[in-house]
């Protein structure tokens, strides 16, 4: 069982920075494949990146490519998510997931935080 712990999250101003953290229980921690993904009102949960640290492999979703980076620091059980260069379609409730398969669907992780808002005004 993980437990997940996001943090980080608030309003910004378009062109302005945040940075995400996401804090897990669990002594596995860098077993998991660790994944972010977002949800703006009335649109489904949507992928914007994932990190398998076993397999040194990171994606990212198009949208969000060049201006996001996903990291983790697995001796504090924490992942983190640096956006830069928001734009108010960033605006949404950010989440943390933890799997066993690499992927971007949200149905190859097993385990979510309870989410915390961007808000990115024009």
């Known amino acids: 069982q993980v437990q997940l712990v996001e943090s980080g999250g608030g309003l910004v101003q378009a062109g302005g920075s945040l940075r995400l953290s996401c804090a897990a229980s669990?002594?596995?921690?860098?077993?998991?494949?660790m994944g972010w993904f977002r949800q703006a009102p009335g649109k489904e949960r949507e992928f914007v990146a994932t990190n398998s640290w076993s397999a040194g492999r990171t994606y990212y979703a198009d949208s969000v490519k060049g201006r996001f980076t996903i990291s983790r620091d697995n001796a504090k059980n924490t992942m983190y998510l640096q956006m830069n260069n928001l734009k108010p379609e960033d605006t949404a409730e950010y989440y943390c997931?933890?799997?066993?398969?690499?992927?971007?669907?949200?149905?190859?992780?097993?385990?979510w935080g309870q989410g915390t808002q961007v808000t990115v005004s024009s």
């Open positions: 669990g002594r596995t921690f860098s077993s998991y494949v």
């Open positions: 997931a933890a799997g066993r398969v690499l992927g971007s669907s949200r149905h190859q992780y097993d385990y």
